[in-house]
């Protein structure tokens, strides 16, 4: 699935470079007034509502859901427009490659994850996938001047958040550096921020506090949740800003229905089923319902 597309215009950029160059510090436990400061999100940024239709669309981009609904709130690749009279949050691979970008990075090893025999490190669940490694402040930097235009560019492009997906890369790969993804984390937050964009957080259950008080992430976009019983660590965090997605397969597994998830005290306001390969309305497969 695409997921993602470089765009080469920034005015911000320059800035969040400095945050990230070498001697720039990475953000550690914050003091209760640098967690509340992280933690406010700017006023010229905008937050989703909290009620109406949303839908997740990363495999192809289409104007309404089943019935003829209008969307209220939208997640689409960074490659798609956002949708006219939407909520529109743009979906960036924040924290490992695009499969269809192995030239963008072919130059750039320096900053992608290499295991003990030097070889490139590949997502097992995206074997065309390889990992960003953000552990210094030379390869955030150079992580940021390929994908800080794609962040920009959603703003540029009209969209009102963006997604940042695999934030958690540090928890599944040993050889990256916590330190290093929550500044390089960090340094996208502001950077959309500058740019006048809210910033989801992606999944990632178990650090939505620090994500929420110290990295300043808005909002949180969770798959899965209720399959996997972690629904609350983002609702107790984000309270109703949080973009539910639930998979069939995983409900099946879990042994639940829909009816279950809809029925779930900590579940969020906006929560919706979708098939597996999000592929749009029109084509075989498609999958939608909504709590």
Known sequence: MTRGKARRTTAVL????ALAAPGACAPGPASSSSSAAASETPSEVSL?????TFDYQLGGAYDEVA????IDVVVRDA??????GAYSVCYVNGFQTQPDQADLWADREELLLHDADGDLVVDPDWPD????????ADQRAGILGVLGPVVTGCAEDGFDAVELDNLDTWTRFDQIDEAGAYALAR?????????GLAVAQKNAAEITRVAHDELGFDLAVTEECAAWDECAAYTDVYGDRVLQVEYPDALDDAGLTFDDVCARDDRAPLTILRDRDLVAAVEDGYAYDAC
């Open 14 to 17: 320059t800035a969040v470079l």
């Open 48 to 52: 989703p509502p909290t009620s109406g």
């Open 67 to 70: 019935g003829a609904t209008a």
């Open 79 to 84: 490659t798609a427009d956002p949708l006219p």
């Open 129 to 136: 996938e390889h990992v960003l490694d953000p552990s210094t």
């Open 187 to 195: 340094a996208y937050v502001d950077l959309a921020h500058g740019a």
